[in-house]
């Protein structure tokens, strides 16, 4: 039996371009020897690849220069979105709005000027204080003209003159027992907070002129009370009397008659 020859791949033709074709070929004689040839071959790689490594630093320059400039022109656009929600307004007020407005405050502050020069024209003078003060005079001159002819009369005739002014002894206070002082106290602090704020302990000292007040108007057993008749000096002078009174009628609690000619009060007491 004949043998076998095994199969052989034919080898390739040597390339005519190849590094070993340059080192072999016997047409170029003066080819450097061994390794020799790679070093002009691997130079100019060199040069090549520094090229690619520009070219590539290049690319990233651009690319950063796009992408400030994308920030940028981003910024710019937003600022522009801003200035026209914010500044850019149609209907914006310009200065004849503004001479507008100044012309408006200065009509507004005439006729709130005129309001009160006509308020306080038309507000008539109180007639309690004026009234009060005349039955105070009177009063005064009553009792100048009973002192001057008080020298020469005698004790009936004091009598006689005291009757005449009309002024009544003021009677004993009626002592309290413990029950009626707490029921007179309930009700002075009931009456006292149905008043304006100042009469309720914003004024500590208007606020006991207040209460002597009422408690004087409670002694008075119905009957009509002067002005005069509640004064009490330095504390309860007349003008924190006529106040306390105003506040009492303006309340209800006290009723105010004019029908004699003098000014009286009845107490009526908190309905």
């Known amino acids: 039996m004949p043998g076998h020859t095994p199969h052989r791949t034919p080898l390739k033709r040597v390339s005519q371009g190849s590094l070993f074709a340059l080192s072999r070929s016997g047409n170029n004689p003066d080819a450097p020897h061994g390794l020799g040839f790679i070093e002009p071959v691997m130079a100019e790689l ?9 070219n590539v630093e290049g690319l990233r320059n651009l690319s950063n ?4 400039f994308n920030e940028s022109f981003a910024s710019w656009l937003y600022v522009m979105d801003m200035n026209a929600l914010t ?5 914006a007020p ?17 006729l709130a000027e005129e309001a009160v020069l006509k308020a306080a024209s038309a507000v008539p003078p109180p007639p309690d204080l004026e ?10 001159e009553s009792d100048t003209t009973y002192t001057t002819n008080a020298t020469t009369r005698n004790a009936s005739t004091s009598i006689a003159k005291s009757a005449s002014t009309g002024i009544l002894k003021k009677k004993a206070k009626p002592k309290l027992t413990v029950k009626e002082k707490k029921e007179r106290s309930l009700s002075l602090e009931k009456i006292v907070m149905s008043l304006p704020l100042e009469f309720r302990g914003s004024d500590p000292g208007l606020r006991r002129n207040m209460e002597s007040v009422i408690e004087f108007m409670m002694d008075s057993d119905g009957r009509g009370i002067k002005l005069i008749e509640i004064i009490r000096p330095p504390d309860l002078n007349q003008a924190r009397v006529n106040k306390c009174l105003i506040a009492l009628v303006n309340r209800k609690i006290v009723q105010k008659e004019n029908s004699t000619g003098t000014v009286l009060y009845h107490w009526t007491g908190l309905l």
């Open 87 to 91: 500044v850019d307004w149609p209907q």
């Open 65 to 68: 220069s796009l992408k400030t």
């Open 94 to 110: 310009t200065d004849a709005s503004f001479r507008l407005a100044k012309r408006r405050r200065e009509e507004n502050a005439r």
């Open 131 to 140: 009234a009060d003060r005349t039955t105070f005079t009177e009063n005064q």
């Open 46 to 54: 060199v040069d090549e690849v520094e090229t690619l490594q520009a």
